[in-house]
């Protein structure tokens, strides 16, 4: 059957990554070619996905420098053996400061070329009598919003970059411009998550008009972190489309131009806007 050329078939990869580098780019190469086998022409993979390591520090020691390594290379490798466009979720890349990393989501086409970078702005800080997190102590902020285009069967099609902890900030996506989805790759934790995770993805897509997808760590990992999961898919309405409560995995679904479309133009928000 062919495919309506309107639409772009996409999915979602959910983990649960471990201390093992080897062992995660492995399950993500299983899954993606799943998704593909699927007819996915786009997959996401979640933040952290080549390392939850048992300390934060773990992920300095196999950071890479942009453009180069042995994570970049099996990534574009991936993209060019399943003939897919790879939002590969976040992987840690040279700082400045040689004690932190930049969290980066690095996008590849189907050919294998990297057409797209973004790194994470907004770091997460969190603390309980039980949970601590402090992602400026290994992680340096970037400095720019990131987005993408991509031209299949001769319609362009528009993306967000955000990763996991900048779903709070709806000014980012406010900048970010007019898209047709936003897709963000997400370690979201099971305490925030159960109360914010949904609420937020259903806002971004209601006040923006568009789709969102987000792939997220789902479950508990041998550090003893666990994550909330519920990867979804989001239409420009805010219903929930297709979701993974938790566990390894990937879901399914389709971008519409045509529902977006019919979303703008009975509720035209987006040129309403005074600010």
């Excluded at 996991?164 to 900048?175: K, M, T």
């Excluded at 963000?184 to 914010?196: N, R, S, V």
């Excluded at 568009?210 to 898919?233: D, F, I, K, P």
Aim: one cysteine or more; proline letters at 4%; glycine letters at 6%.
């Amino acid at each position: 059957m062919p495919r309506n050329s309107s639409e772009l078939s996409i999915a979602s990869i959910q983990m649960v990554s471990t201390p093992s580098l080897n062992e995660n780019l492995e399950v993500a190469a299983r899954l993606i070619k799943a998704a593909a086998d699927s007819e996915a022409q786009l997959a996401v993979l979640p933040e952290y996905f080549c390392l939850m390591g048992l300390k934060d520090t773990d992920k300095v020691k196999i950071r890479e420098a942009a453009g180069s390594g042995p994570i970049q290379e099996r990534l574009a490798e991936m993209a060019k053996e399943n003939s897919i466009y790879l939002v590969a979720g976040s992987i840690p890349l040279e700082a400045k400061e040689s004690n932190k990393v930049l969290n980066t989501s690095l996008v590849f086409d189907p050919t294998g070329k990297q057409i797209a970078r973004y790194d994470k702005m907004h770091l997460f800080g969190f603390q309980t009598e039980d949970e601590r997190y402090e992602e400026s102590e290994t992680i340096a902020a970037g400095s720019q919003p990131g987005k993408f285009a991509i031209s299949v069967n001769e319609v362009d099609w528009y993306f967000g970059l955000s990763i996991c902890y900048d779903l709070r900030f709806p000014e980012l996506y406010r900048a970010l411009g007019q898209v047709d989805c936003h897709i963000i790759p997400a370690a979201f934790t099971y305490t925030t998550g159960k109360d914010h995770w949904e609420i937020l993805l259903r806002a971004r897509a209601i006040e923006n008009q568009c789709y969102v997808l987000s792939s997220a760590q789902g479950g508990l990992h041998l550090n003893q972190r666990r994550t909330w999961g519920e990867s979804m898919l989001i239409d420009p309405w805010g219903d929930v489309l297709s979701n993974l409560p938790e566990g390894e995995g990937f879901i399914q679904g389709k971008l519409s131009k045509n529902k977006l479309k019919e979303v703008r133009s009975k509720l035209p928000a987006l040129k309403h806007r005074k600010l």
